[in-house]
């Protein structure tokens, strides 16, 4: 018993001595053996073994529990490659590009694409302070406030938002919004049309007063005095401009009212708007139960679904000025499209594309989805208008994802007929199901976009990709010249901070409702767990959490040094020809673990 020491890696070593050297875990395990008082080490060894022998079987159980290597991520595409059963032999719209072989599946990143690890904790941004002064207080009895809003629904969302919060620095009574109805949508709904209006009053009540109709004095109708104000008008701006105003004619239409609130105001001013934003506004009854349905159904289909939305136009292609890559049939079209817009000067198609201000095509966001790691047997909800091209477009986005869903194909034409005539409810209707998908992703960066990135991070941090245009243009254009690897992985760098994720927030760089939090000053309170309606759970989202890697670091740190102190204690050798000192004994070791562990799980971590 006393001599099991010896009969180990002693021989070994002399056979092998160059190896050896080379190898530090090797190195750490033959100094260790070589205990002086071998008494001791017998019970050392025993302990060791179990030790190591523990190690190996959690090696084992993480390389067991990840998923296998895919091999579409290992092999290199040729010219001639003959196509796997797990590749599709991707077919661009635009016809050339005809060697791209894109995996059916998404890769083996798991769980890590559908959540954020930093959700957990939100912000909130709607909690009054207690010395915000209620409305009805305050509120000047004769004075009111009317805004016309501007643009689609969400573009209206914004003027209706920030309308709340002009009324309440002005001390005036706002009167329900009027809804833009001569906008290229041309829609005839009006607020309570769209809107839960009994809702609106009531939850804003301590704030704003709010009326359905300016009331008439003494059997006098009012008549308002309209003018419009600058985009982004702080409170000295509504100071200066509006109260002097007010002051006179009493009764106040601000026209074309879109995005006319500076992004910067007091915190308790940003709170009010996310009161408006968040719950004031809501829709109205029939919309609320059609979407809901249409998310129920997309569940049915998936547990989990992507949103994606499309904003693919001809209008909107037109507008940017971009070149699709559809020949001189899109040019002309498009060119005759832009004849609408007078001002609209030339835009050179390049440098748009540069500067990345053209949305992607159907077919960009599905190899950019699928480089994100999203599979063939992921089901897309796709809200669009008409896009441009009809199916010819579509189809490489349908190529490779075939669970393609829309608002026509889950709903029948009878439960979508009280909403089709009007584009704001049917736009309502994609906002819900949007709003609710796991991951949202959209192909430009329109007012949608924006509105559903800030709502979506205010309700938790859910995952909303938006494509960085700016970096992605290069890789598109020279995928021909790219195996699907590497493209992949631009894809993957370029979008690091463009997932949704809490640390990207920039304070003071986004539009207030494309990110809310950005804007307000929270202080830390205590956490408990997060609702959207309790805002004593706010925490600073610094960036929490630890990768894998760091961890197993960290462990086997801790491991190295109390097998040092362990073999003190026995009063082993210390290794002391190959380790100096403690120190680089723990480094040696622990980087060793993690070489190996790196080797095993690499398929876990493949990226
Ligand atoms: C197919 O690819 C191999 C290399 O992978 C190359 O040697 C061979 O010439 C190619 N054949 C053709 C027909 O291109
Ligand atoms: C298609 O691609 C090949 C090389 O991949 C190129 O030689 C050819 O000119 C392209 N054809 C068109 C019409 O762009
Ligand atoms: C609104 O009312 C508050 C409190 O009564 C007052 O301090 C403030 O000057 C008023 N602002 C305007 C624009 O009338
Ligand atoms: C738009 O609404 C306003 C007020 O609600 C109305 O007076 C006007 O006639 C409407 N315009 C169109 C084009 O229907
Ligand atoms: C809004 O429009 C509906 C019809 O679409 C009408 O019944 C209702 O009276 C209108 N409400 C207001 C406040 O104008
Ligand atoms: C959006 O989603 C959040 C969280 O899932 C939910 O609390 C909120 O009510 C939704 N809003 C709408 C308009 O559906
Ligand atoms: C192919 O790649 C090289 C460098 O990787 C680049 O310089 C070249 O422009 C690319 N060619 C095309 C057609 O994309
Ligand atoms: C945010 O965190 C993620 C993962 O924790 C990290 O990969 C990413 O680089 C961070 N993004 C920024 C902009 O710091």
Not at 73 to 89: G, P, R, T
Not at 120 to 128: D, E, I, L, N, Y
Not at 182 to 211: A, E, G, M, P
Not at 411 to 426: C, G, H, N, W
Request: aromatic letters at 12%; one cysteine or more.
């Amino acid at each position: 018993m006393k001599k099991t020491t010896q009969q180990h890696q002693p021989q070994h070593h002399r056979r092998n001595p160059n190896r050896i050297s080379n190898n530090s875990v090797l190195r750490i395990l033959q100094g260790l053996i070589f205990c002086r008082r071998r008494n001791l080490g017998s019970h050392l060894l025993p302990f060791f073994s179990a030790l190591v022998g523990c190690f190996l079987f959690l090696f084992a159980f993480v390389s067991f529990l990840s998923p296998p290597i895919n091999h579409h991520h290992v092999h290199h595409f040729h010219y001639n490659h003959s196509l796997l059963d797990d590749e599709i032999d991707f077919q661009s719209h635009i016809g050339n590009t005809s060697t791209f072989l894109v995996p059916r599946a998404g890769g083996s990143l798991g769980d890590e694409i559908w959540t954020l690890s930093q959700s957990k904790f939100h912000h909130g941004c709607s909690q009054k302070s207690e010395t915000f002064q209620d409305g009805d207080a305050k509120t000047n009895p004769e004075r009111f406030l009317l805004i016309v809003t501007s643009g689609g629904l969400n573009q209206q969302r914004t003027g209706i938002t920030d309308a709340v919060v002009a009324a309440y620095m002005l001390n005036s009574t706002l009167v329900i919004p009027e809804l833009d109805n001569r906008s290229y949508w041309k829609d005839q709904s009006n607020f309570s049309d769209i809107f839960d209006v009994d809702w609106f009053i009531t939850y804003l009540s301590k704030d704003v007063n709010v009326v359905k109709q300016l009331p008439t004095i003494d059997g006098k109708s009012l008549h308002p005095y309209r003018t419009r104000i600058p985009r982004r008008c702080d409170a000295e701006c509504y100071e200066s401009r509006v109260v002097p105003l007010l002051e006179k004619k009493k009764v106040v239409k601000l026209t074309k009212f879109d995005y006319r609130l500076a992004n910067k105001l007091d915190t308790d001013l940003q709170k009010l708007r996310c009161r408006a934003n968040y719950h004031a506004l809501r829709y109205t009854n029939p919309i609320r139960e059609m979407g809901k349905k249409l998310v129920e159904r997309m569940r049915m289909k998936s547990n989990r679904y992507i949103a994606l939305h499309l904003r693919f136009e001809s209008d909107m292609l037109a507008f940017s000025g971009c070149y699709f890559g559809g020949g001189n049939k899109e040019r002309r079209e498009l060119e005759q499209i832009r004849k609408r817009w007078e001002t609209l000067h030339k835009q050179s198609p390049d440098r748009e594309r540069r500067q990345g201000k053209c949305p992607l095509t159907p077919e960009e966001v599905g190899l950019m989805l699928r480089a994100l790691g999203y599979g063939e047997d992921v089901h897309i909800y796709v809200a669009s208008g008409e896009v441009y091209g009809g199916e010819d477009t579509l189809w490489p986005l349908k190529q490779l994802f075939p669970n393609f869903h829309s608002k026509e194909s889950i709903a029948t034409k009878e439960e979508l007929a009280p909403f089709a005539q009007y584009s704001s409810r049917m736009a309502a209707l994609d906002f819900i199901v949007c709003n609710e998908s796991d991951v949202f992703v959209t192909n430009n960066n329109g007012n949608m976009a924006k509105m559903l990135a800030g709502r979506r991070r205010y309700f938790g941090y859910k995952p909303t990709i938006r494509p960085n245009a700016k970096k992605l243009y290069r890789l598109f254009l020279d995928r021909g010249n790219m195996t699907w690897e590497e493209f992949a992985s631009g894809v993957r760098t370029h979008q690091i901070g463009f997932m949704g994720r809490p640390n990207e927030s920039k304070p003071g760089k986004d539009e207030f409702h494309e990110n809310p939090i950005a804007w307000v000053v929270v202080r830390i309170l205590h956490v408990h767990t997060p609702g959207p309606w309790d805002d004593s759970s706010v925490q600073n989202s610094w960036d929490t959490s630890w990768d894998t890697d760091s961890i197993f670091v960290c462990f086997c740190g801790l491991l190295a040094c109390s097998l040092a102190a362990f073999s003190w204690i026995w009063g082993c050798a210390w290794p002391s020809p190959f380790f100096s000192n403690a120190k680089s004994f723990a480094l040696e070791f622990s980087t060793s673990i993690h070489q190996v562990y790196r080797f095993l799980a690499f398929p876990l971590r493949a990226a």
